[in-house]
């Protein structure tokens, strides 16, 4: 993801319209048929063929028989006529198949621009991730990766207090004094060297470096 493209989604989190759903997700569906219904499920139906191909209608039956046996002497007028030339008649019924999730309507359309040829009658349908903590902080991220590394900056502040002996300054894990120069494996290090790279990786992502 570009430097771009992490504001622009940023920004669009918080911008856009979340119909009224808390913490949504913008879900790329699909319709899928499912086949092999009785007649009392269902009124869609197909033809099929000995070798399994799918004629929508008498109609796309007749078009196949006019290739093969280019002439109308063979054509069919009625299902009884169709069922006697060999087709079957087979009821489906079409069913929501998920897709992929996207945080942003956006990148829900984009999606289903990019990859129309793969899908069947693409739809969008909104949902929420309530009680979803890990994908809400992901997102919550997103929305303001500032506020995030305030929050990392107090935990790791608590982190390093935390490793502090009160009475002499020094720390209890590697005895590092007002220097800061804790052991590679001390908390206190491990804390503080967290926060910089994440801050690192937050000012290139956001162009600030």
Known sequence: ?????????????RTQDNL???????????KERVYGL???????YV???????????LKDINDFLIDVYEGTERT???AEQA??????KVYYQEIDRFKCPHFTRKAAELYITQN??????PFIYVGSMYRCSEMIAIRSFLMNPQDTFTQLVKLSNRVILSTQDPTTGLC???????DGQHDVNCPAFVASKFVADFKMKLDREVGNV
């Not at 009224?20 to 699909?30: G, K, Q, R, W, Y």
């Open 47 to 57: 033809w099929l063929d000995n070798e399994g191909d799918k004629y929508e209608s």
């Open 1 to 13: 993801m570009s430097n771009f493209d992490l504001q622009k989604l940023a920004k669009e989190l």
């Open 20 to 30: 009224c759903t808390a913490d949504p997700i913008f879900l790329v569906m699909e």
């Open 83 to 88: 069922e006697e030339a060999g087709f079957t």
């Open 76 to 78: 069919v007028k009625t």
């Open 38 to 44: 009785k007649s009392g499920y269902s009124d869609d």
């Open 172 to 178: 209890k894990i590697c005895g590092a004094g007002d």
């Open 116 to 121: 129309a040829h793969n899908l069947r009658k």
